[in-house]
């Protein structure tokens, strides 16, 4: 069982920045694609990155390529989202998400393990 635990969402101005932590159980953490996921009321959640193992291989959702950097530390069983250059749009819940085998993926219903939620929010 893999337990995820998100934290540093909250309030920012357009054009600031945020960095998302999550936090996971589990003594393979160096073996999980690790993935982050957003959410509005009434949408679908949505692919935002996603980094492989090793965190040798990243994907980014075009909305957020070149502003968002995913990254993580196996030592402390944690991945990162360092978030610049917020704008309203990005406004979301955003959700951690760890997949224990296969490939690099963007699809939500390859992960099996998913934290709580974080919200952020982007003011104009």
């Known amino acids: 069982q893999v337990q995820l635990v998100e934290s540093g969402g909250g309030l920012v101005q357009a054009g600031g920045s945020l960095r998302l932590s999550c936090a996971a159980s589990g003594r393979t953490f160096s073996r999980y694609f690790m993935g982050w996921f957003r959410q509005v009321p009434g949408k679908e959640r949505e692919f935002v990155a996603a980094?492989?193992?090793?965190?040798?291989?990243?994907v980014y959702a075009d909305s957020v390529k070149g502003r968002f950097t995913i990254s993580r530390d196996n030592a402390k069983n944690t991945v990162y989202l360092q978030m610049n250059s917020l704008k309203p749009e990005d406004t979301a819940v955003y959700y951690c998400?760890?997949?224990?085998?296969?490939?690099?993926?963007?699809?939500?219903?390859?992960?099996?393990?998913w934290g709580q939620g974080t919200q952020v929010t982007v003011s104009s």
């Open positions: 998400a760890a997949r224990t085998g296969g490939s690099l993926t963007t699809r939500k219903d390859e992960y099996a393990y």
């Open positions: 980094l492989s193992w090793s965190g040798g291989s990243t």
